[in-house]
């Protein structure tokens, strides 16, 4: 038991940094059960892994924080935020997340058992073990976290609060499609957020959301009751306003909307439908045999650009992929910023095409595709756009931000509304990917690891996830590195099922065995990626091979 554990401890005290290997294994505990995972090899070393196991009995989680899968995911946040501030100043480390509450292998719920995976370094003086601090994490500070963490002397009513928080949310983007929304903002809502570096809400001066009266929808939730909101309907909605007036900090909520946040984030109520993907242009990136024909035709290169490959795409075509790909991927909410978009695959106003027409323009843009893409597509657009008045054209609801406040314009912006010609917009063909191609084993190295949240190293190759503005956690950069992982070599990607069979394989994978099954000998912190964003880090992979 945790005696046992001490007493070796003491024996190594002053060995060679090396003996710390044989403490792989499992320790019992009074309270729980430590598994020594895996030792560094010198002081320098990334952490030593730990997993500790804590049964139900002595959890004593009741029912309610666990018996429902939202509720179980949120009280393992819960349990592992709590951790991370117990661990203040120890070597033993807790991944415990930004403010999104996303699955992570930190903290899993199963059975009613807790378990965690810390790191921690273990100590030396030098190349010696440093046996008395070891033993002070280990035997001490563990079973006090531990301990800190049993239910009773959780704080347990913040505990269900967060629980209560993180299903009312859930519960709100399951309403969405019912009541043809795409997303909802609460009034109330605080949207904007400390700083350009800082997640946390605007303090103080921050405006609450407050929904146009003409598009307030009211829903009822488990445990807030009755919340109203703005509801931004399915179709093409328009968001207008002078610079300054909150516009992106909009689209940025709505883009993180798809996952639930932490009580007093203040987007704890702005829910976004799961498939909603933000596009945007990305100068420089690769593509690979992606149908872009719908945007672009008739390139100066004589390219076939339903079967386009560059390893530089343009700042126009790299939208145009990123678009193509999203769908094949199964997104139907496209989320969209002037900010970051190429002008002239978004719109081309009439003197443009008096001077430059027919066959000299490759693009069609975007303005003439949105309608086709919802009419026909089902595939709904919110889009910021302060800069240009073609999309009143096509636009069902135009939403114009002024001074933070939304007001619904969509009348006046009508009756300056011309007539538009829509074009024609075929679905992206489906690609097959070569599994080989993907597959970091056979390549060579199979190591995932990350550079801040920019790229994603898988193998041999770096991937450039700066694109992928909603992969929002360090650990799910490493997620979406495990998955690839996975689709490779578990025969997800069989050269026979499309890329979108794949992620839905992914996908139950996931959903019957929780995001531990991505881990597989991996020993370090990961967080659950959503699929967009796998089939966005493989579309960047530089690779990557297409066979049809
Ligand atoms: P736009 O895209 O319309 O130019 P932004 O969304 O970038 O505007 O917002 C401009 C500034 O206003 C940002 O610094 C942002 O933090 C701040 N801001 C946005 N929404 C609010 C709000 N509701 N209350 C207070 N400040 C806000
Ligand atoms: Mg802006």
Redesign the pocket.
């Known amino acids: 038991d945790g005696d046992r554990l001490a007493e070796e401890l003491r024996r190594m005290d002053g060995a060679s940094y090396g003996r710390y290997k044989s403490l792989t294994g499992d320790w019992a505990f009074p309270d729980f059960t430590l598994t020594v995972e895996r030792v560094q090899s010198d002081p320098f070393a990334p952490p030593s892994r730990v997993a500790v196991r804590i049964p139900a009995e002595v959890a004593g989680l009741p029912d309610h924080a666990w018996h429902h899968p939202v509720r179980r995911r949120a009280t393992a946040d819960h349990l592992v935020r709590r951790a991370h501030r117990e661990l203040k100043g120890a070597r033993l480390r807790i991944d415990a997340g930004g403010q999104e509450v996303i699955a992570r292998a930190s903290g899993q719920i199963r059975d009613g058992a807790v378990e965690l995976r810390l790191g921690i370094e273990l100590p030396g003086h030098g190349r010696r073990i440093d046996a008395r601090t070891a033993e002070r994490e280990l035997c001490d500070r563990l079973p006090a976290l531990v301990d800190a963490l049993r239910w009773p002397h959780l704080d347990t009513a913040a505990a269900t609060a967060f629980a209560d928080s993180v299903e009312d949310t859930a519960a709100l983007r399951d309403l969405l499609p019912g009541l043809g929304l795409v997303a909802f903002v609460a009034d109330g809502a605080?949207?904007?957020?400390r700083s350009g570096v800082s997640d946390l809400p605007?303090e103080g001066?921050?405006?609450?959301?407050t929904a146009p009266e003409s598009m307030r929808v009211t829903v009822d939730l488990p445990h807030a009751g009755r919340v109203s909101g703005l509801g931004i309907p399915e179709g093409i909605t328009l968001i207008v306003?002078?610079?300054?007036?909150?516009?992106?900090?909009?689209?940025?909520a709505l883009e993180r909307g798809v996952y639930d946040h932490v009580p007093g984030d203040g987007r704890e109520l702005v829910a976004t439908r799961a498939d909603a993907v933000k596009i945007r242009a990305e100068e420089g990136r690769r593509v690979e045999r992606t149908d872009v024909s719908a945007f672009v035709r008739n390139l100066p290169t004589g390219a076939d650009t339903a079967d386009f490959s560059t390893d530089n795409a343009s700042g126009s075509t790299s939208q145009a992929a990123n678009i193509a790909e999203a769908l094949e991927a199964g997104a139907r909410t496209l989320l969209v910023?002037e900010?970051t978009t190429a002008t002239n695959l978004m719109i081309r106003d009439a003197r443009m095409q008096r001077l430059v027409h027919g066959d000299r323009e490759p693009l069609t843009p975007f303005v003439d595709l949105v309608r086709p893409l919802h009419r026909e597509h089902g595939v709904s657009t919110v889009l910021?756009m302060?800069g240009s008045g073609d999309y009143f054209d096509v636009a069902d609801h135009v939403v114009m931000?002024d001074g933070?406040?939304p007001y619904d314009v969509t009348e006046r912006a009508k009756e300056l509304a011309a007539e538009r010609a829509d074009a024609a917009f075929t679905s992206p063909a489906a690609r097959v990917v070569d599994p080989r191609s993907v597959d970091a084993t056979a390549r060579g190295r199979a190591r995932v690891k990350r550079r801040d949240m920019d790229v994603l190293t898988f193998g041999e190759d770096d991937i450039d996830v700066r694109g992928l503005t909603q992969l929002v956690d360090p650990g799910q950069v490493i997620g979406v590195g495990l998955a690839l992982r996975l689709l490779a070599e578990d025969g997800l990607l069989d050269g026979e099922r499309t890329l979108a069979q794949a992620l839905d394989a992914l996908e139950e994978r996931l959903a019957a065995d929780g995001v531990t099954a991505l881990g597989r000998g991996y020993a370090g912190d990961y967080a659950l990626p959503r699929r967009h964003e796998v089939a966005g880090a493989l579309n960047r992979l530089r690779s990557l091979r297409v066979v049809r």
């Not at 605080?190 to 957020?193: Q, T």
């Not at 001066?205 to 959301?209: D, G, K, L, S, Y």
């Open positions: 605080v949207l904007p957020r605007m001066a921050a405006v609450p959301f306003g002078g610079g300054f007036h909150g516009k992106s900090t909009l689209l940025h910023d900010d910021v302060g931000l933070y406040r």
